[in-house]
């Protein structure tokens, strides 16, 4: 079986600073849980779920998800019980399901009532959904990343709609006293064959909740799924389309404050003193407070807080990184490349089979750093008292932003309520709680509610970058034309190092993933890593080292092709199994894109594919370049395997979104340094694609029984790739480093 370097491994070490998670039931927080009986059943975690009477007024089920850690997991589950969301039943029949997943986009307000209604039998029309607020214990595990909420959700989310159909199902048979098999659940009722009786779930909630928690539920065949695999409307839409949504730029609150933060444009540098005498004459200007990363200024409006910060005079210590350059860490990586790396997969003898290949190649690959650069930047609202605080963060990680607050007001985190508005765009930067931490910190140092605004600016010069990395590739041919040696030597950042640095990650660098789980049989193969680590901070990033490694992977295979006279779509089939899912979906995307049918001169077609994160996706990329190496990405055609999937829209939607992401980064995207300062400041020089130069983009779902798998962060990895090996089918033009528009073009 082969070793997944997924992102499980990072998070699950993460999720182990967080504080122990201990039944909710000591401490719950909320008014609902707290004027709540609570009966515990006797069942285990195992089977997840318990029922809370709400005073006569409902049915409410706390059931569990299992955090992101456990989704590979062989341990045994503990013998504590961690409800981490909840199922509400009223008497009106209003279905209300508390999510304790971010929402930034990606649909999760939408799939995860869609698998409760789909074994409730619910009617759709009075699903209500609810956003979880922080909090340490009883939601277990909050973090959103990974592609992970449908993943983690799927049988427990189902299992909980399963068994309050059964408890209704129950209550109705007790109140006509006929037996379980004449009655049945349909659209938010329950229906006695028989007779033609019905009552609806309004109507049986206070019986229910009378009822023991049935044990081991049936769930319902997927061929008789009316919801899952439906197109549904996303619960959220009108909201955002009419304004009404808050997101958390959007937050006010009495007497509130805005601040913004003067940063050292040098990465690592101090605050050595500052005058505040100008900022202080500003119109609005209420306050100057040093911070843990610099100064705020504090203001009744966001123009007159900028305003002040333009005009602070601040003395910085610039530290060690005054000349760091990227061209500096280039050289850096060059040279740490030389050196032998820890093997992440080692099978056969690559060293020996190269030797006797009859034709070698090799190659270098490089890759930059990138911003996440979400539409709406980082901001917090926090209101820190003395003896409690309350704080509104767009947060991808609500419990650690909670925890962050907590140890900043100096205040138990049972005492800090931290809300969760929408998130304008995360792609990983929100998994870090830094602007929350300021927020924090500003409004304990004015003793007010504050408003804390980051610019465009400061999200583009002070991110958490993907981390840059320099790929050695080498292959063995044999005299029979077979790819019979395989090497990638990888030499990048690790994040886990920066993040964690008294963790050991010798047994799990997390740089190589994507690259230690290629899927091509080939009976040599090494993959290894050394560590490169720089002083730019870095975080995960939308698919995160699946966005580089299956660059260097699939486009090396496409050089390959090419110097054995292969068709690269045929070498791909020739080096996968008839069974493998990746292959199935290369020729999903070859079949529907015409792979083989002639094109223009100067057009090409290239092809990727790419596991991760539970999913296969493959594109192809029809590709165009001007006698002037000007490059038009025309057509990207994506099939898509990730096994039962719950809406194709959110698919659909997320796939796109994911060639966008990728193939504006692939097209533009670097983050360069030069006297330890980020270069790019804006949209203006750290350019994504505009409307008019998105390609048309085709979606494919390959049908499939197996487990779900993530769709938010699969779509990125195989674009960069496919437009790579097309550029080069069109002109004979290989990219090798990344952005295109670096490359000599």
């Known amino acids: 079986m082969k070793k997944r370097h997924a992102i499980q491994i990072p998070l699950s070490q993460v999720s182990a600073k967080l504080p122990s998670l201990n ?41 569990h998800i299992p955090a992101i850690a456990s989704i590979n997991s062989s341990e045994a589950p503990s013998e504590s019980f961690e409800p981490n969301a909840f199922l509400r039943i009223d008497k009106d029949g209003r279905v209300t399901i508390t999510v304790a997943r971010s929402e930034m986009g990606q649909g999760v307000l939408t799939s995860i009532p869609m698998l409760i209604a789909e074994e409730l039998e619910a009617d759709w029309s009075k699903i209500r959904v609810e956003q979880a607020m922080a909090h340490p214990q009883k939601y277990g595990s909050m973090i959103t990343g990974g592609s992970s909420s449908v993943r983690l959700g799927w049988e427990p989310l189902r299992k909980a709609g399963a068994t309050a159909r059964e408890m209704l199902i129950a209550a109705a048979t007790q109140i006509w006293g006929v037996d379980r098999s004449t009655c049945r659940a349909d659209n938010g009722a329950i229906i006695h064959a028989v007779t033609g009786k019905r009552l609806s779930y309004g109507e049986l909630v206070e019986t229910a909740s009378r009822l023991p928690v049935p044990e081991n539920v049936p769930l319902k065949d997927s061929k008789d799924f009316r919801i899952i695999g439906k197109r549904m409307p996303r619960l959220d839409s009108v909201d955002k389309i009419s304004g009404k949504a808050t997101y958390g730029i959007d937050v006010k609150v009495s007497g509130m404050l805005i601040a913004t933060v003067a940063r050292s444009q ?52 610039e530290g060690p990184n005054k000349n ?68 509104w963060a767009p947060s991808q990680t609500p419990q650690w932003a909670q925890e962050t607050v907590s140890r900043v007001a100096g205040l138990p985190v049972e005492k800090i309520m931290l809300h969760v508005p929408l998130l304008g765009g995360g792609f990983g930067r929100r998994l870090m709680y830094d602007y929350a931490s300021e927020a924090a910190q500003v409004s304990k140092a004015v003793g007010a509610p504050v408003k804390l605004v980051w610019t465009r600016e400061d999200d583009m010069t002070h991110d958490f970058y993907r981390p840059a990395s320099y790929h050695n590739v080498a292959a063995g041919i044999d005299a029979e034309g077979r790819l019979t040696a395989w090497k990638h030597h990888i030499t990048a950042p690790s994040i886990m190092a920066q993040l964690f640095p008294e963790q050991p ?52 295979i496409d050089e390959i092709a090419h110097a054995t006279n292969a068709d690269p779509f ?46 296969y996706v493959a594109q192809v990329a029809e590709v165009s370049v001007s006698a002037n190496w000007k490059v038009k990405v025309h057509r990207i055609v994506c099939a898509v395997d990730c096994g039962h999937f719950v809406n194709p829209d959110t698919i659909e939607a997320q796939m796109e979104g994911g060639i966008i992401f990728g193939l504006s980064a692939a097209m533009r995207g670097e983050i360069t340094i030069e006297k ?29 029984s197996e487990a779900p798998g993530g769709i938010g962060e699969p779509g990125v990895p195989p ?6 090996n097309a550029i080069f089918a069109a002109t004979g033009k290989r990219i090798r480093k990344l952005p295109i528009m670096s490359s000599n073009l």
Not at 43 to 62: C, E, H, P
Not at 342 to 358: C, P, W
Not at 533 to 552: A, C, D, E, H, L
Not at 574 to 582: A, D, G, N, V, W
């Open 23 to 63: 039944s909710w039931i000591q401490g719950a927080q909320t008014s609902e849980v707290q004027t709540s009986t609570v009966r515990c059943s006797g069942i285990s975690r195992r089977d997840f779920i318990r029922v809370v009477s709400m005073s006569g007024s409902g049915l409410l089920l706390a059931f």
């Open 266 to 317: 040098v990465i690592g540098a101090k605050v050595r003193s500052f005058d505040a005498a100008k900022a202080k004459t500003v119109r609005g200007v209420r306050d100057v407070v040093q911070i843990q990363s610099g100064v705020a200024v504090v203001a009744d409006s966001t123009w007159a807080a900028i305003q002040g910060r333009n005009v602070l005079v601040i003395d910085w210590d």
């Open 324 to 391: 760091l350059s990227s061209s500096e860490i280039r050289k850096m990586f060059e040279e740490k490349s030389k050196e032998e790396g820890v093997a992440a997969r080692k099978e056969g003898d690559f060293a020996s089979a190269f030797t006797s290949a009859l034709k070698k190649l090799e190659a270098v690959y490089e890759l930059p750093f990138l911003a996440h650069t979400p539409l709406e930047p980082m901001n917090c609202v926090a209101d820190i008292r003395s003896d409690r605080a309350e704080v």
């Open 505 to 556: 990650l010798e047994g799990a660098p997390d740089a190589v993933d994507g690259a230690a789980q290629i899927e091509y049989q080939i009976p040599n193969i090494l993959v290894d890593y050394v560590m490169a680590n720089t002083p730019v901070p870095v975080m995960w990033w939308r698919s995160v080292y699946n966005s580089q490694n299956p660059f260097v992977n699939e486009s090396f």
């Open 570 to 615: 045929d070498l791909r089939r020739k080096l996968l199994p008839e069974t493998s899912r990746l292959r199935g979906v290369l020729e999903l995307a070859a079949q529907k894109a015409g792979w083989g049918r002639p094109l223009p001169a100067r057009w090409g077609h290239g092809i990727a594919g790419h596991f991760s994160f539970g999913s």
């Open 676 to 704: 330890g300062t980020v270069v790019q400041k804006n949209f203006n020089d750290y350019n994504p694609l505009r409307i008019d130069e998105i390609p048309s983009i085709e979606v494919h779902i390959q049908k499939s």
């Open 719 to 724: 674009v960069a790739p496919a437009v790579c």
